[in-house]
């Protein structure tokens, strides 16, 4: 599969957010184009990422993942 482009990888969250059941927006725009920029738009690496994430976003009892915890969140997340 090739990598996604920044807005297919955007979509793509939203699509799996709202499969999830998701209700609100849980990541800010800005935070989704960092995810492409730090994953390079390769989908495993998006869904562990975005999942490091919203686990972090939880803990900190943040409702929107924001660029710090997506930065947060690479430094506990293998991307290999």
Same mark, same amino acid.
């Given at each position: ?13 939203? +699509?799996?957010?709202? =499969? ?21 738009? =390769? $989908? +495993?690496?998006?869904?562990? $990422? ?7 976003? =939880?803990?900190?009892?943040?409702? $929107?993942?924001? +660029? ?5 969140? $690479? ?6």
């Amino acid at each position: 599969i090739s990598p996604a482009a920044p807005e297919q990888t955007a979509s793509y969250v939203r +699509r799996r957010l709202d =499969a999830a059941g998701a209700k609100a927006e849980l990541f800010a725009p800005d935070a989704l184009v960092l995810l492409h920029e730090l994953t390079g738009g =390769a $989908l +495993r690496s998006v869904d562990i $990422l975005a999942d490091a994430a919203l686990r972090l976003a =939880a803990q900190q009892e943040v409702r $929107l993942v924001d +660029r710090p915890v997506v930065r947060r969140a $690479l430094q506990f997340t293998p991307l290999a």
